[in-house]
């Protein structure tokens, strides 16, 4: 009878503690998200949700900033996909996205742009390949820039489209 009691009493210390830690977490993420709000102004909401922020602007603009994903919707559905490397960072609007990766080669991103002027971003278009620094930027039919770069000393690669008229 006092094993069962010693047990129910650890058990019961166990289910406190891993509720007060995902309580201090929730209690941290409310904190952090009131003092970005009052840094940025009244005029914003901030929700941070599963390693996203989410700001939410007075005219309903919403921004979303992180995330190891493909972005989805927005100013991202005006991009082809890229399927290689690591997504390390996303910020995605109606009138932006910015996606930053790793662990991409150069092949992959010849790939890519091949791609992009495949999908119409084959206008006014600007590249650079100097000193293992890679760049292409085009427009499509709309007017909406796209930009890409590649630094072949580390596989970092950046593909950015920004909205015409938004």
Partial sequence: MVKKTIIWILFAGLIF?????NLKQKAGNLLQEQVLENVL???VDIDLDDGEIRVTGEDGEEYVIGGGEWPQGK???GLPRFSKG???SVMNSDAYCLIMLEDASKKDWESYVAALQAEGFDQDI????SD?????EGKNKKN???ATSFSAG???LSISLTVADS
């Fill in 132 to 136: 293992g620094m890679s760049v292409f």
């Fill in 41 to 43: 102004g009244n005029k």
């Fill in 126 to 129: 600007t590249e650079y390949d």
């Fill in 144 to 146: 909406d820039t796209v």
């Fill in 154 to 156: 580390d596989g970092a």
């Fill in 17 to 21: 503690t891993l509720c007060s830690c």
């Fill in 75 to 77: 100013a991202s559905a």
């Fill in 86 to 88: 690591k997504i390390t």
